[in-house]
């Protein structure tokens, strides 16, 4: 099946630093991509989604400025976590669909630890 | 589309079959997905079904659509330790993935 492929898969960063995660669809283009954020035990929360070439569309009571959404190209999409905080720990995960196929491939997934 | 629901916890002996159970809301789901999620690591399609689809078998999995009732199972023949992990279900509705709360499979030896 597609491969999609999440980097970094760890990473801690202090209070008030921003952080950047990709999401890169290895083996095709990913005309769609969506960021979930999972919390322990709990189902993945769709944040957002989006196309390549134009702006993210937020679910409601994700703050755009906070959690900022690039799709670039068909194969990249970025999620960076501006200013963050204790509270924004938590499990990212981003997955891809392309524009023939109804499958979404999901990326490894991101711990993100602040500290 | 965004009311899918599942049982939070099942466990089974190995060997034996599992099924794990999921409703939906959205009667203009195209789409119905099987999900697996193994500690720490992202989600594994497993299998989906088509909405005018009633079964789908691959392997050891079955799944079980009844379309009247917005019900969705799993099946998982023989199941064995490597089986346990917690399994999603999902709609597509609207071009968006809905998600189950994910049932956790324990499989004992």
């Known amino acids: 099946g597609a491969v999609v492929s999440q980097h970094p898969s760890r990473v801690i960063c202090k209070s008030g630093t921003s952080v950047k995660i990709e999401c890169r669809s290895l083996d095709f283009q990913a005309t769609t991509m969506f960021w979930y954020r999972q919390f322990p035990k709990q189902s993945l929360m769709l944040m957002a989604t989006s196309n390549e070439g134009s702006k993210a569309t937020y679910e409601q009571g994700v703050e755009k400025d906070k959690f900022l959404i690039n799709h670039a190209s068909l194969t990249l999409s970025t999620l960076t976590v501006t200013s963050a905080h204790p509270e924004d720990s938590s499990f990212y995960i981003c997955?891809?669909?392309?524009?023939?196929?109804?499958?979404?491939?999901f990326g490894q997934g991101t711990r993100l630890t602040v500290v | 589309g965004e009311d899918v629901e599942q049982s939070l916890f099942l466990s089974v002996r190995e060997g034996d079959s599992s099924v794990i159970n999921c409703t939906y809301t959205?009667?203009?789901?195209?789409?119905l997905y099987w999900y697996k999620q193994e500690p720490g690591a992202g989600l594994q399609l497993l299998t989906y079904i088509f909405s005018n689809m009633d079964m789908k078998q691959d392997q050891r999995l079955t799944v079980l659509l009844n379309k009247k009732d917005k019900h969705l199972s799993l099946r998982i023949a023989d199941t064995q330790t490597g089986d346990s992990a917690i399994y999603f279900c999902a709609e597509l509705g609207f071009n968006k993935f809905y998600f189950g709360s994910g049932t956790k499979l324990n499989v004992k030896p």
């Open positions: 959205d009667s203009s789901s195209t789409y």
């Open positions: 997955s891809a669909t392309s524009l023939f196929d109804t499958e979404a491939f």
